[in-house]
């Protein structure tokens, strides 16, 4: 069983997020897209971009570079397209702005190498998903990352699939539960309330941290982020509030920093907008929760499969079958090794 | 704009905020905007044609319920192309994306000349949109009449043969792949991975042995637990794989030869896309014009010689959104001035400001081509309008409100020759009442030696009576039975609502000797003032009467 069937007829938009660099989140992509091409499934690529960088470095950050075919529809950065190595032919040119061009839709000519450098927001990757729907993809895959940087979520996406492996930990029991911890965030309880979460939606859009009380509006605090003020949002807090909002990520200082200044936090719920925001060890996330810190989304990211690669880069590896079988006993989803499954597939392309 | 009046006159009257309400959909469309320029006193002519253009573009346009639709349609795939051209006219050989560019907007004129031509109700001549139909075959050789761009095979015979060998060669390396890998299976029992690696674990020692002699591979680096072995290309494969990168080149040669004809080609064009562009602007702003005009209810004025204004029911459009908010109902004006003097006088509260701001509101839109919110107007174009808000504070200058106002006053009066509008509130009042009505009557006698059209409120007693001066009077408060007023008071418990109720803030042609009327007593103590002041101020008056004239209200009273 390859991926696309997991994702085929089911979803029509899928993330792929990778825990870490070298989880395999390229290779994922890539199998995708010889899945999808072996069976006429005719693929939309894109992927979030890293808003508020300067220029080189976001030419110097890893984007994936992926070999793409003939007929998929690609929505990447202007400057990016004029250099691929790839023929694309130029469907749309959108209003979506990033420091390399605006992002254009095209269609691939001819088979060839394309970066993927898409829009940094997530109101602008729903938008080029539903254009490369319109465009004849069947299926739009968006490259995700787990990353402070960007103010987009996978959380856009209907599904999600999880790149994780080897080089999470020299332990495989260790990855099993990082990775089912990942899980756990991803899956935590959407915000419920109506009002609060139009409350969360707009203390995002202006990128603050926002306090809602007991039958009043939003309290907004003039922080940017709440990297280092936990100690500030604390004492902000009454015995009427109900909701911290966090537009950007939940460190483990913050919580730290704001449950040593106020007795209030138990009373009060912590919002993020997806779990990809949450950088919370999980020893420190097991004694969080032990101490009365209750984390919600705005949205809930639905894991439909794990993707594994038992080689780690720094030369350490996993014995295949017992780490897939592990895996699988312990998430009870579908878990698929990228590297073993990669020879079936190279059979049924050359073979 | 500015020789025509000043950015501080420009907000103050509204015709800022009024622009901006004029909904433009494209670049271009704003540009004209930000451009625009009012129509002077020797263009009657042009500004007569010009609402005759629009006023039959109107009609073309609310003739169908589709046309408005159509149009927004093809305004709203326009994109500035501006800066495409601007290179191109340097001699800059312009990329993929602008010609994807180019292609759109260039198909949209066509299209958008092809709906002229169908539907003759709405194409204005100036309207009428250069053909690009050349450049379009250009840019879309291959007829497929879709809006996408590529460097397509079909531009040259070379870039099609480049292309046609790279898929040759392309087929060529899967298949020695294909072959290789089947022979390193064959030989080894192993198979390599995507990224061409072999990982074998260190205990099977003789497929270790095996890959160790195979030419096929070769040895790559050593991991705790097993050895990686990596696919080592035939010299076939880097033979063909050294042709593709030489093919790929000269495919980028051959793209750019071809991208330096397009850019030619979009040269020889740029008089046509330039003047189409003027075309999509005026087109998106005459919409805009439209709605606007919908929005507040506007007329197409008539437009005479030589300055004249004459408005009936006008109505200042921002303050009539203000109160249709608050669930308010505006009362219209009429107002008819000439060249020469009109004197405005009347109660507090009874809208002298806004009636200034109106008369400028409505001249001004009506020399910009704009409908005008009134029921009929009739403007005979001037050369510049200043309003004096009589609260100037020039913050830079550190002039005071006299100060800020004698400073602009000094540059109005020497501009005797000019057709100009000058509207003044409350003349001199930021300044002693004896010397301030001095001042306001050699100014007031003044501007009668002036060709343009003046009006000045004040509360000063003694200026109507200048020679050559017309005087208006705010109806305000004096039809009403004063104790009929102070029991609806009573009822209320609040003033200024009840105040709004009653006032009539049309403007009645008086006796040039009639006394500014006297009715801020009366409205301090309808809005509650304490009645010991109040009977003292009466006091106050009894004497003062038999005393020359003077300013009767305390300065700050407004």
């Not at chain 1, 254009?131 to 103010?151: C, E, P």
């Not at chain 1, 856009?156 to 756990?184: F, K």
């Not at chain 2, 100014?443 to 059209?453: D, K, N, R, S, Y």
């Amino acid at each position: 069983m390859g991926f696309v069937d997991l994702i085929y007829g089911k979803y029509r938009i899928v993330s792929v997020v990778g825990m870490g660099k070298n989880a395999g989140k390229t290779v994922v992509l890539n199998k995708i897209i010889e899945e999808a091409y072996e069976r006429y499934i005719s693929l939309g690529l894109t992927s979030i971009g890293r808003d508020g960088e300067r220029e080189d470095l976001v030419t110097k950050t890893d984007k994936p570079v992926i070999h793409v075919m003939e007929g998929t529809i690609v929505a990447t950065a202007q400057d990016i397209l004029l250099n691929s190595d790839a023929r694309l032919e130029i469907l749309e040119v959108t209003d979506y702005r990033t420091t390399m061009g605006p992002v254009v839709i095209c269609r691939v000519k001819e088979n060839g190498l394309v970066e993927l450098a898409g829009p940094g927001n997530n109101e602008e990757i729903r938008e080029v998903a539903k254009k490369m729907l319109i465009y004849g993809a069947d299926i739009v895959v968006v490259d995700g990352a787990i990353n402070r940087k960007t103010s987009a979520s996978p959380g856009v996406t209907e599904a999600t699939i999880l790149a994780t492996g080897a080089v999470v930990s020299r332990s495989m029991d260790r990855v099993i539960e990082e990775t089912a911890y990942q899980i756990e965030l991803f899956g935590l309880r959407a915000v419920q309330e109506e009002k609060v979460r139009s409350f969360a939606k707009e203390v995002i859009q202006e990128s603050c941290v926002g306090i809602v009380d007991q039958g009043d509006g939003v309290r907004k605090l003039p922080l940017k982020t709440a990297l280092s003020a936990g100690r500030i949002i604390g004492s902000a807090l009454t015995e009427n509030s109900r909701y911290i909002i966090f537009s950007g990520s939940l460190v483990k200082k913050t919580i730290e920093d704001l449950i040593a200044v106020t007795p209030y936090y138990k009373e009060v719920k912590f919002v993020v907008q997806d779990g990809t925001k949450i950088f919370i060890p999980r020893e420190d996330w097991i004694r969080f929760k032990k101490r009365g810190v209750q984390i919600q989304t705005l949205e809930p990211l639905h894991v439909l499969a794990v993707s594994i690669n038992p080689y780690a880069p720094q030369g350490y590896e996993f014995p295949a079958l017992e780490f897939l079988r592990k895996m699988k006993n312990a998430l009870g989803l579908p878990v698929i090794d990228v590297m073993l499954e990669g020879d079936d597939f190279h059979d049924a392309l050359y073979g | 704009m500015m020789r025509f009046m000043d950015k501080k006159t420009f907000q103050e009257i509204g015709l800022r905020e009024i622009l901006d309400w004029v909904p433009t959909q494209t670049d271009y469309g704003k540009e004209l905007k930000s451009k625009l320029v009012p129509y002077g006193t020797s263009q009657v002519q042009a500004l007569r044609r010009s609402f005759e253009e629009l006023r039959k573009f109107r009609k073309g346009l609310k003739s169908s319920d589709y046309f408005l639709w159509n149009l927004k349609g093809y305004l709203s795939e326009i994109k500035d192309i501006k800066g495409s051209l601007e290179r191109v006219m340097k001699n800059e050989v312009l990329n993929e994306v602008e010609f994807f560019e180019i292609k759109n907007q260039i198909m949209v004129m066509e299209e958008l000349r092809d709906f002229f031509m169908q539907h003759p109700e709405v194409a204005l001549e100036k309207f009428a949109l250069a053909s690009v139909a050349p450049l379009i075959r250009a840019l879309d050789p291959d007829k497929s009449r879709v809006k996408t761009f590529y460097i397509y095979d079909s531009y040259s015979e070379a870039l099609w043969n480049i292309r046609e060998e790279k898929r040759t060669i392309d087929g060529k390396i899967m298949e020695a792949d294909k072959k290789l890998r089947r022979e390193i299976y064959e030989t080894t029992g192993l198979k390599p991975k995507l990224n061409n690696e072999i990982l074998v674990p260190k205990e099977k020692k003789e497929a270790i042995a095996s890959l160790k002699e195979s030419r096929l591979v070769f040895f790559l680096s050593e991991t705790f637990k097993s050895y990686v072995f990596k696919v080592s290309p035939t010299e076939e494969m880097k033979d063909l794989r050294e042709k593709m990168q030489n093919l790929k080149i000269r495919e980028e040669e051959e793209e750019y030869g071809i991208r330096v004809k397009l850019s030619q080609r979009v040269r020889d064009f740029n008089d046509e896309i330039q003047k189409n562009i003027q075309i999509l602007g005026e087109l998106d702003f005459s919409i805009g014009k439209i709605l606007l005009g919908d929005e507040i209810h506007g007329v197409e004025p008539r437009i005479v010689k030589d300055p004249y204004i004459k408005i009936r029911e006008g109505r200042h459009s921002l303050v009539e959104q203000r109160l249709r908010k608050e669930g308010k109902a505006y009362i219209p004006i009429d107002v008819t001035l000439e060249k020469g003097v009109t004197l405005i006088t009347g109660a507090n509260m009874g809208g002298k400001t806004i009636t200034l701001k109106l008369i400028a509101l409505i001249t001004s839109m009506a020399q910009l081509g704009l409908y005008v919110p009134a029921r009929e107007a009739t403007i005979g174009p001037v050369s510049f309008i200043y309003f004096s808000s009589g609260d100037e504070q020039s913050q830079e200058k550190g002039l005071s409100t006299f100060g800020g106002e004698i400073y602009h006053l000094k540059k109005i009066t020497d501009e005797k020759k000019e057709h100009g509008l000058v509207l003044i509130d409350e003349l001199a009042r930021g300044t002693n009442p004896k010397e301030g009505y001095a001042i306001s009557r050699g100014v007031i006698e003044h501007f009668t030696t002036l060709e343009g059209i003046s009006v000045v409120t004040t509360h000063f007693d003694g200026l109507s009576g200048i020679k050559d001066l017309r005087h208006l009077q705010v109806v305000g408060l004096r039809n009403m039975d004063p104790d009929k007023l102070k029991k609806e008071l009573e009822l209320a418990g609040q003033g200024i609502g009840v105040l709004e109720k009653y006032m009539d803030y049309r403007l009645e042609e008086r006796d040039p000797e009639e006394e500014v009327p006297k009715e801020a007593i009366m409205i301090a103590r309808l809005m509650g003032l304490r009645e010991d002041i109040l009977s003292r101020a009466e006091e106050i008056m009894e004497i003062e009467n038999h005393e020359p004239p003077r300013s009767k209200e305390n300065k700050e009273g407004e």
